[in-house]
């Protein structure tokens, strides 16, 4: 039986310039980076160190090649803050592309892209 949500693998073009969107500008940590020499390389971040959820960035093309069956589009991911005010306005400081921040049944949420305009979604719960 599945008893834990520990990784979301994130399919991106260029790995260092991911790596850089998420730990300076989101202020994600990165908790494991492996580079086995011969093309495959990971990174893994997670909103805090020792996070039971993390990202593994992973190059596009690479997995492409090896597995071509692999659906490797951005998965629809939804995060949580306690300020969903304050996350806003820190992200459009720092040049992130946002959405409007709205309110909706549960909420008040707003999206926001990546450097690969894959966008993802920050709610706090009502």
């Known amino acids: 039986m599945i008893n834990q949500f520990c990784q979301i693998m994130l399919y991106v073009n260029d790995q260092d310039q991911a790596k850089r969107f998420w730990t300076e500008k989101v202020g994600f940590v990165v908790a494991s980076e492996e ?6 390389r990971y990174i893994e971040i997670a909103a805090v160190q020792g996070a039971q959820t993390s990202f593994i960035l992973h190059n596009k093309q690479f997995i ?3 597995q071509p069956e692999l659906n490797l589009g951005t998965p ?3 995060f949580f803050t306690d300020d969903v005010e304050g996350l806003y306005q820190a992200f459009k400081d ?3 592309t946002v959405g409007d921040l709205v309110s909706i049944p549960g909420g008040r949420v707003f999206n926001f892209a990546d450097d690969e305009n894959n ?3 920050v709610m706090q719960k009502q």
């Open 35 to 40: 580079d086995n020499g011969q093309g495959f």
């Open 64 to 66: 492409a090649q090896m």
């Open 76 to 78: 629809s991911i939804m």
């Open 94 to 96: 720092k040049e992130i």
């Open 119 to 121: 966008y993802f979604a």
